[in-house]
């Protein structure tokens, strides 16, 4: 089992910046996948970027590629998303997760952490 523990969410003004922190812990050695996903109210879930251990890439989509970025602190097992000019439209629930094979879908992650609320004000 691997446990994650996301936090760092808040509110900011538009063009502003959070940094999201994931915790691992457990058998971290068998993921070698950890994304972001966030999830506005009423919509879907929606895939925002993952770095793969096993390749040492980083992929986002395209609606934050160029703001976010997505860092890891090997020693701490913790892996960051620096979010830079936040628009009203990224307000969401941020989740971050654990796979074996890099992926945009949710349905291959294995693993999650409880989110964590980041508001953007305009």
């Known amino acids: 089992q691997v446990q994650l523990v996301d936090s760092g969410g808040g509110l900011v003004q538009a063009g502003g910046s959070l940094r999201l922190s994931c915790a691992a812990s457990?058998?971290?050695?068998?993921?070698?996948?950890m994304g972001w996903f966030r999830q506005a109210p009423g919509k879907e879930r929606e895939f925002v970027g993952y770095?793969?251990?096993?390749?040492?890439?980083?992929y986002y989509a395209d609606s934050v590629k160029g703001r976010f970025t997505i860092s890891r602190d090997n020693a701490k097992n913790t892996v960051y998303l620096q979010m830079n000019s936040l628009k009203p439209e990224d307000t969401a629930v941020y989740y971050c997760a654990a796979a074996r094979i890099p992926s945009t879908v949710s349905d291959r992650y294995e693993y999650w952490g409880q989110g964590t609320q980041v508001t953007v004000s305009s």
């Open positions: 457990g058998r971290t050695a068998s993921v070698y996948v």
């Open positions: 770095f793969s251990r096993s390749f040492g890439i980083t």
